[in-house]
């Protein structure tokens, strides 16, 4: 059994749908520790208490768009205390730091709204868009200390439509989110997700 501490700073759509697929048995051998969130009001602070689930603010106001300093050692105690085998980013909006990375070696695990390496940072679905890109997608990846740059495990793909519109694409850029993220969560929980330098392979 794996346990999960899963981060978010915004609507947890992605947390929901691994919770509810943990309950109802999609996800078998992971269970979510807790939930943490930057931002006070969060919604997915309240998702995550409506189910059952440990959640809490942790302030992280010492930078704009980073988690370091006192407060990102706040965080790494919290995921201790709690046990947690994988760290799950579900929306959280700031960049991971050395000294998570290191309490947590290729187990802070992103989703990003983009094929990576494509359109990597805020709002990827629009920069596709505006490129004027046939593919669209979202990327299932391990974190390193890059922006959106760490060892992919999975994407999946949808078609750009030449009337989307930015709310459009990424309407259904999350239904893949929604569909992969339960799916990698999985394998890591199978342990069959292996990692060689820059290489995922999927064993099974």
Not at 8 to 36: L, P, Q, W
Not at 116 to 144: M, R
Not at 185 to 200: E, F, H, P, S, Y
């Amino acid at each position: 059994m794996i346990r999960l501490g899963v981060l978010g700073s915004g609507h947890g759509t992605n947390f929901e749908e691994i919770a509810k697929c943990i309950m109802d048995g999609r996800i078998k051998g992971a269970e979510i520790a807790v939930v943490i969130s930057d931002v006070k009001d969060a919604p997915i602070i309240e998702k995550a208490e409506r189910l059952g689930i440990k959640a809490m603010y942790l302030p992280a106001d010492d930078f704009k768009t980073k988690l370091e300093g006192p407060q990102e050692e706040k965080y790494i105690e919290v995921l201790k205390e709690n046990e947690v085998d994988y760290v799950i980013l579900a929306g959280f909006m700031r960049m991971i730091k050395s000294k998570l990375l290191e309490a947590f070696p290729m187990k802070v695990v992103n989703i990003h709204p983009a094929l990576l390496p494509a359109f990597p940072g805020l709002e990827s679905w629009k920069q596709a868009l505006n490129y004027g890109a046939k593919l669209a997608g979202c990327t299932i990846h391990f974190v390193d200390a890059g922006m959106d740059s760490g060892p992919i495990i999975a994407q999946a793909a949808v078609h750009v439509f030449d009337d989307d519109t930015p709310e459009t694409l990424h309407a259904r850029i999350q239904e893949q989110e929604h569909i992969w993220f339960p799916k990698v969560i999985n394998m890591l929980a199978a342990g069959a997700v292996k990692v060689k330098g820059r290489r995922v392979k999927i064993k099974g």
